[in-house]
């Protein structure tokens, strides 16, 4: 044994190790979800280490590697009972499996992977989170993973942040796989549904989890088997994997197709609503998230629309699109929530500061904010699909992700997946220094504090990176700059194309990079500049500077934003300058209680007080925990019609997989009117009639589902006066939401029966090119931003959702309690 080897195994580790156990029993027995004690990993690692194969020549390799898939293809049940509690007891072909990737790497890739990589891979094969740090390698760690649950040839997805990363991740790994005989695609977004196909069918598929997603709801509206591209699912790894499998995890995608339902005119609607005075005719709550319409509003506005009541059932329809006027109009704010490009209303998304693509608010939401900026209308259409990325992701029987910050987030990947949280320190320790926060009063003051801040240290040549909270205060943040004389770059929503330039400079010295969350995730400032010229100089100053000057909503957005410093051992720091009147506290009703509870006045100096700083982290956890709570909530409502949509889509390929042999009988609807199917037969043929039967049930299927999928946004749509009519607005949600459903099928077939009967009437051949055989003849596909809606606020009937974050400062930890006490007891005396 190398003598080092020696000393480390003589180190305090090993006595320490028995508490690690108990620890780890411990948290076994409480369901911590959190993994630290690695040790089980680190038995594999050796084991895999000891299996080592660099004196073997490529062709044994190679031979290995197909002996492995041969047993893989036929011993599938084992893998199956086995997957869940990997790592240990390692099974053989796991290590196998991983040896032949670790020298496959080495040989094609010339990388050789550290034990930090082979643990994350062991666990995500374990069916759970890895975490590892940015800059670890975490695309290579995926490959262990992907290598070993594909040897069963029944296709892993490895879904990516975005479609570039697709791309280069798969031609990046892609020479491992092939090294050692696995096929491998890339399911580009947009590509046509030949090459997706292809891509599906290889062993591995690289894809971004909103395309896979899509690629499922165009599957599900699909007029014969021949035009599917997925094959069933098998596993998924999903990379960033806490901002795609929680952030996202609500986000519905949708597949809509041509032909519109009747709206409001939403223009007339929105110039009302801007003629109306906030105050007197509408009214907003504390936390901005709900709007209310008064009597004198509602008055004036049955006044112009010469409509009656507004809140008669005939106006249920004009009150929600009244209701979404009002949101566009007092809620949803230009430059902060959305901005105004090459005239289309483009979305900022919260938690990442940028444009997202390709997403919607609900559609009539969407119209009045449209309206509201003076537009016309250029998405008609109706929603043919949907399906919530969460739901998505659940459908794959074999889920694990990885991502460099997991741990906040460990307790929703646990409740939402059934995930833990597998902890893999990094290669090398990070030194960066995160400085306490500084507190000021007002928001003037927290600026005039940067700004000083920025020009006391941008002369000394250290590279200083601003995070903001939306594209307004980037904006004024780099005017108030300019003013002080220090030039600066902004990089937010509006110009997102120069992102690569100014990430690119954001390490050289004396660099001023104002930025909204955008150089969040992912973004590699290397220090010094691009090649990193002047590294040693910039790492001299103290490397780059963080400065956040607001706390997000999720503490693992600042740690990301800090995360931009410090990487793989560099230096750096990092700051927090916040002022009591930030919108995050204001929202929750923080502003006036810290006020008030430490007789604060406002200064232009910051407050020195640990308790007030204390008592912010104490009510930004509070703010966490209940976003998450309405998260849990909301998945309620999603629940039922995504079981509905399992539903119809198991129903539906028993259509669409139908034997078209001419020997078999026709199908269920037939049955119902024999009569008009034997003049059918007597005319067309069985086998044309069989088929004729099977294409118009298909497209009526789609059809009923599109007009269900419509009644259930008009229901969410609407929920919120249910609940002011004193129902309990979920209940009452599922029960009509499941009558509904009852009747898709018996419209159906009816449905079918009167098509028929309308061919049947026209004279001539049989056109299986006619409207109502064939599908929608264009669709397209877009995610929707939901998460703005005071709707999801208001059905929890949560009022006292933004209160109880204050309430916790002012009587204490007690208070939250019999606060959630009442809470629990009220839902069960409702449910
Ligand atoms: P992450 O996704 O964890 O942030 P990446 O997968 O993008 O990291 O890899 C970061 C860098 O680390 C890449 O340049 C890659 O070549 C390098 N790298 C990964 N694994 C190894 C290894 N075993 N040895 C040396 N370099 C590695
Ligand atoms: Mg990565």
Known sequence: MHYQEKIKNLSIKKFVRPFRKTRALFDKATGNPIEMNLDAYRRVVSAIKFRDFRGLPDGELKIRSKTLMAESRS??????????????????????????????????????????????????AGGKIAELPTGEGKTLAAVFPAYFYALSGRGVHVLTFNDYLARRDA???????????????????????????????????????????????????????????????????????????????????????????????????????????PGRDYETDAEHRNVFLTDKGAARLEAALGCGSLYDAKNQRLLEAVYCALHAEALLRRDIDYIVRDSRIEIVDEFTGRVVVDRHWPDGLQAAVEAKEGFSRKTKGRILGSITLQHFFRLYPRLSGMTATARPAGREFKELYGMNT???????????????????????????????????????GRPILVG???????????????????????????????????????????????????????TDIKLGGEEGQKLEKVASLGGLYVIGTNRHESLRIDTQLRGRSGRQGDPGSTRFFISLEDELFERYGLTGRLFKRYRLSRRPEAVENIFVSRDIKHAQRIIEGQNFDIRRSLWKYSELVETQRRIIQVWRSSVLNQDQGFETNLGPVAEKAPDLFAAAIARFGKRET???????????????????????????????????????????????????????????????????????????????DAKGLIGPSSTWTYLVNEDQFGWGIEMLSGRNVGFAAGAALYAGPLYVFTLLINKFSKKKSKH
């Open 75 to 124: 011993v599938l049940k084992v893998h199956r009972r086995d997957a869940k509690k990997a790592p240990y007891p390692p099974h053989e072909e796991l290590i196998e499996a991983f040896a032949l990737v670790r020298e496959a790497s080495r040989r094609v890739l010339g990388l050789d992977p550290f034990d930090a990589q082979l643990i994350a891979g062991l666990a995500m």
């Open 171 to 277: 031609a990046w790994m892609g020479p491992i796989y092939e090294f050692l005989g696995l096929a491998v695609g890339c399911a580009r977004e947009g590509a046509q549904a030949r090459n997706k196909r292809h891509a599906y069918d290889c062993d591995v598929t690289y894809a971004t989890a909103k395309e896979a997603g899509f690629d499922l709801l165009r599957d599900g509206i699909a007029i014969s088997a021949e035009d599917l591209v997925h094959r069933p699912f098998h596993m998924a790894l999903v990379d960033e994997a806490d901002s795609i499998l929680i952030d996202e995890a609500r986000v519905p995608l949708i597949i809509a197709g041509v032909g519109e339902r009747a709206t409001w005119d939403t223009h007339r609607l929105a110039g009302l609503v801007k003629a109306s005075a």
């Open 422 to 460: 597998v902890v893999v320190p990094p290669n090398r320790q990070s030194i960066r220094i995160d400085e306490p926060d500084k507190i000021y009063t007002h928001r003037e003051a927290k600026r005039a504090a940067i700004v000083s801040e920025i020009a006391r240290v941008h002369p000394g």
């Open 468 to 522: 903001t909270a939306s594209v307004q205060e980037s904006e004024g943040l780099a005017r108030d700059l300019e003013r002080a004389g220090i030039g600066c770059e902004v990089l937010n929503a509006k110009n997102d194309e120069l992102e690569a330039r100014i990430i690119a400079g954001a390490g050289k010295p004396g660099a001023v990079i104002i930025s909204t969350n955008m150089a969040g995730r992912g």
């Open 690 to 768: 069989r088929e004729l039967e099977r294409r118009l049930t298909l497209v009526q299927i789609d059809d009923a589902w599109s007009d269900h999928l419509a009644w259930v946004q008009d229901a969410r749509e609407s929920i919120h006066l249910v609940s002011l009519g004193g129902k309990t607005p979920l209940s009452e949600f599922q029960r009509s939401a499941t009558d509904e459903f009852l009747k898709i099928r018996p419209r159906v077939e009816e449905a079918v029966i009167m098509t028929l009967k309308s061919i049947l009437a026209k004279e001539g051949p049989l056109d299986f």
